[in-house]
């Protein structure tokens, strides 16, 4: 597996750099509100071979523990993680 996601080697730098350009673009007047950039890259996932959770925690350094009892078995996992645009 091939994986080009480096926090602070690139995808950081392309956020901020993305939020400097759109402000510059739109001049002093601009508020920024939300702003959404996403991070996409295809990775081979087989859920028979292996959970959702499991799969994540191995490939993206992000650790899920679910604390609470569900009804049935997990079909998938969605993670939303956002960024305060004045703190960059």
Same mark, same amino acid.
């Given at each position: 597996?091939?994986? @080009? /996601? ?8 392309n956020?901020? !750099?993305?939020? +400097? $350009?759109? +402000?510059?673009? /739109?001049?002093?007047?601009?508020? #920024?509100? *939300?702003? +959404?950039?996403? /991070?996409?890259?295809? $990775? ?13 925690? +191995? @490939? #993206? @350094? $992000?650790?899920? *523990? @679910?604390?609470?009892?569900t009804?049935?078995?997990? *079909?998938? $996992? *969605?993670? !939303? ?6 703190s960059?």
């Amino acid at each position: 597996m091939i994986c @080009n /996601y480096v926090w602070k080697g690139n995808f950081q730098k392309n956020i901020k !750099t993305a939020i +400097r $350009v759109l +402000r510059e673009s /739109y001049g002093p007047g601009m508020k #920024l509100e *939300r702003a +959404r950039l996403q /991070y996409i890259d295809a $990775v081979e996932f087989d859920p028979k071979a292996e959970s959702a959770v499991a799969f994540i925690d +191995r @490939n #993206l @350094n $992000v650790g899920l *523990r @679910n604390q609470f009892k569900t009804l049935g078995k997990s *079909r998938g $996992v *969605r993670i !939303t993680q956002e960024f305060d645009p004045a703190s960059a």
